[in-house]
């Protein structure tokens, strides 16, 4: 038997320039470094976080397209709006002005056909109806024309062998349109056919038709 000194104890043979530590893992074995227990591939769990992640921004961007759609169309609308009101408001100063005039003009017209409308009053007259006239005013109404009680006003009403229907036979005052609508009827004096008269020709047909049923007109 070999004595042992006291107070030493066996210790493992350490390569010169190993640390402790490495003598630690050279006296547990080589196995002891390796550590139990599945672990899950992290390139796996990185597409999946990332998949969910792309999801949310297309989301969000699908949103905030539909709401900028949204708004563009109601701009649209509103821009619509806007420029339709402007147009109506315009349209209808226009006719109030056109419609104040009006009676400038009744007396321009009464003034030519008296023959008055010379000099310069006659340079101003045609100026202004130049003006109204570019503005959009058009002068309607003339005699012989069918009564319509939508753009005629009948001041006088009388009877007239010559007509077949009622008839504007008389423009006291022109009418007034301004664009599709109408400003001021023209007032008229209109005739309708006397009661019990024929229409114009009616004696003509009776009398080819009563020479057809007879055979004809005879011969001398």
């Given at each position: 038997?070999?004595?042992?000194?006291?107070?030493?104890?066996?210790?493992?043979?350490?390569?010169?320039?190993?640390?402790p530590?490495?003598?630690?893992?050279?006296?547990?074995?080589?196995?002891?470094?390796?550590?139990?227990?599945?672990?899950?591939?992290?390139?796996?769990?990185?597409?999946?976080?990332?998949?969910?992640?792309?999801?949310q921004?297309?989301?969000?961007?699908?949103?905030?397209?539909?709401?900028?759609?949204?708004?563009?169309?109601?701009?649209?609308?509103?821009?619509?709006?806007?420029?339709?009101?402007r147009?109506?408001?315009?349209e209808?100063?226009?006719?109030?002005?056109?419609?104040?005039?009006?009676?400038?003009?009744?007396?321009i017209?009464?003034?030519?056909?008296?023959?008055?409308?010379?000099?310069?009053?006659?340079?101003?007259?045609?100026?202004?109806?130049?003006?109204?006239?570019?503005?959009?005013?058009q002068q309607?109404g003339?005699?012989g024309?069918p009564?319509?009680?939508?753009?005629?006003?009948?001041?006088?009403?009388?009877?007239?062998?010559?007509?077949t229907e009622?008839?504007?036979?008389?423009?006291l005052q022109?009418?007034y349109?301004?664009?599709?609508?109408?400003?001021?009827?023209?007032?008229?004096?209109?005739?309708?056919?006397?009661?019990?008269?024929?229409?114009?020709?009616?004696?003509?047909?009776?009398?080819?038709?009563?020479?057809?049923?007879?055979?004809g007109?005879?011969?001398?």
């Amino acid at each position: 038997m070999s004595e042992e000194t006291p107070g030493f104890e066996e210790k493992p043979d350490v390569p010169s320039g190993a640390t402790p530590d490495d003598a630690a893992q050279g006296a547990d074995g080589p196995d002891s470094a390796k550590e139990p227990g599945p672990s899950a591939p992290a390139g796996d769990v990185q597409d999946v976080a990332l998949t969910a992640q792309l999801d949310q921004v297309r989301t969000a961007l699908n949103e905030r397209t539909a709401d900028l759609q949204r708004l563009q169309a109601e701009y649209q609308n509103y821009r619509r709006r806007v420029e339709r009101d402007r147009a109506a408001v315009k349209e209808m100063a226009v006719a109030n002005l056109l419609t104040e005039l009006l009676p400038v003009l009744d007396d321009i017209g009464r003034a030519r056909d008296h023959e008055e409308l010379v000099g310069g009053f006659k340079s101003v007259a045609e100026s202004l109806e130049a003006v109204t006239a570019k503005l959009g005013l058009q002068q309607f109404g003339s005699e012989g024309e069918p009564f319509d009680p939508t753009v005629h006003e009948a001041l006088m009403h009388s009877y007239a062998p010559d007509v077949t229907e009622t008839t504007c036979v008389a423009i006291l005052q022109p009418g007034y349109r301004f664009g599709d609508r109408t400003i001021r009827p023209a007032r008229v004096a209109v005739a309708e056919p006397q009661p019990g008269a024929q229409p114009k020709g009616a004696d003509e047909q009776d009398g080819s038709a009563k020479d057809k049923e007879s055979g004809g007109p005879e011969e001398g």
